[in-house]
């Protein structure tokens, strides 16, 4: 069964983070441990055997190498990083992907280039980091940037999103959910789970079939897909998913069916 999956809060954990139990350490960074898994998602991803995982990530290519060696050792293969706008087959850029996210993101080059100007005459050039199909500005005023980009530039072209620390400025063209339908076109899947923590995922979550999300995304998800994951995000999906693979069966139960918000079965 092909699982879409956010990385950052969703599997993994910055090291600001204080969670019960002993981390397991998948990233880091100018010789410092920077990321980790729970020992019970680390547990799950290294045992199951009916998930094929993708990592749908903001992440580039460059922070999601720092993680690729962990993720290898899950038996995870394909990852799309820079919000989908990039494949890795076991590390190795697919050209044809990246060519074909280019020409979509070429419709909004001019909005994108106008939102990057912006960004360049208000912000140092050491905050900003950027690839032909993202970019994002790492400030200490993010809430006012964010309000202002999403001011001055044309939602219907570009999104632009926020966490605590960075303001992202994406193509439409080219978000998670995007990615989600290329993915399943090119590589003939009929249906997939997928899971996210923030705004940025919702696009990939409307797309799967069924759906894992903490209860702030609830509301723009349809409850007949959804599934609510509450206490430590990463842990739940693993409940929840060990849960849906023992109440349906085989691999193929997503055909003609979803789960409601507790699991349940709708035609």
């Given at each position: 069964?092909?699982?879409?999956?956010?990385?950052?809060?969703?599997?993994?954990?910055?090291?600001?983070?204080?969670?019960?139990?002993d981390?397991?350490?998948?990233?880091?960074?100018?010789?410092?441990?920077?990321?980790?898994?729970?020992?019970?998602?680390?547990?799950?991803?290294?045992?199951?055997?009916?998930?094929f995982?993708?990592?749908?990530?903001?992440?580039?290519?460059?922070?999601?190498?720092?993680?690729?060696?962990?993720?290898?050792?899950?038996?995870?293969?394909?990852?799309?990083?820079?919000?989908?706008?990039?494949?890795?087959?076991?590390?190795?850029?697919?050209?044809?992907?990246?060519?074909?996210?280019?020409?979509?993101?070429?419709?909004?080059?001019?909005e994108?280039?106008?939102?990057?100007?912006?960004?360049c005459?208000?912000?140092?050039?050491?905050?900003?980091?950027r690839?032909?199909?993202?970019?994002?500005?790492?400030?200490?005023?993010?809430?006012?940037?964010?309000?202002?980009?999403?001011?001055?530039?044309?939602?219907?072209?570009?999104?632009?999103?926020?966490?605590?620390?960075?303001?992202?400025?994406?193509?439409?063209?080219?978000?998670?959910?995007?990615?989600?339908?290329?993915?399943?076109?090119?590589?003939?899947?009929?249906?997939?789970?997928?899971?996210?923590?923030?705004?940025?995922?919702?696009?990939?979550?409307?797309?799967?079939?069924?759906?894992?999300?903490?209860?702030?995304?609830?509301?723009y998800?349809?409850?007949?897909?959804?599934?609510?994951?509450?206490?430590?995000?990463?842990?739940?999906?693993?409940?929840?998913?060990?849960?849906?693979?023992?109440?349906?069966?085989?691999?193929?139960f997503?055909?003609?069916c979803?789960?409601?918000?507790?699991?349940?079965?709708?035609?």
């Open positions: 069964m092909l699982f879409f999956t956010d990385l950052d809060n969703t599997v993994i954990y910055s090291h600001r983070h204080e969670l019960p139990g981390p397991v350490w998948v990233e880091m960074l100018n010789g410092r441990r920077q990321s980790f898994m729970t020992a019970r998602t680390a547990a799950f991803y290294r045992t199951q055997d009916w998930l995982p993708v990592p749908l990530t903001t992440r580039n290519s460059q922070q999601y190498a720092r993680l690729a060696p962990a993720l290898a050792s899950l038996g995870w293969h394909d990852a799309l990083v820079s919000n989908g706008a990039e494949l890795l087959r076991d590390g190795v850029p697919d050209p044809e992907w990246r060519e074909e996210s280019r020409d979509l993101a070429e419709r909004h080059r001019q994108f280039e106008k939102a990057l100007k912006l960004v005459g208000m912000e140092p050039p050491e905050a900003l980091v690839n032909p199909f993202m970019f994002y500005v790492k400030t200490g005023r993010a809430r006012e940037l964010h309000a202002f980009l999403t001011r001055e530039t044309d939602p219907a072209q570009v999104t632009v999103l926020r966490d605590s620390r960075k303001v992202y400025c994406i193509p439409n063209t080219l978000n998670k959910g995007a990615a989600v339908r290329r993915y399943l076109v090119r590589f003939g899947h009929e249906s997939c789970i997928a899971a996210g923590d923030s705004e940025f995922d919702i696009p990939m979550l409307l797309m799967a079939d069924i759906c894992l999300c903490p209860e702030e995304l609830s509301g998800l349809p409850a007949e897909k959804r599934i609510i994951c509450s206490g430590v995000f990463s842990d739940a999906i693993c409940d929840r998913l060990q849960e849906l693979r023992r109440t349906k069966g085989s691999p193929g997503l055909k003609g979803s789960a409601g918000e507790n699991g349940e079965e709708t035609k």
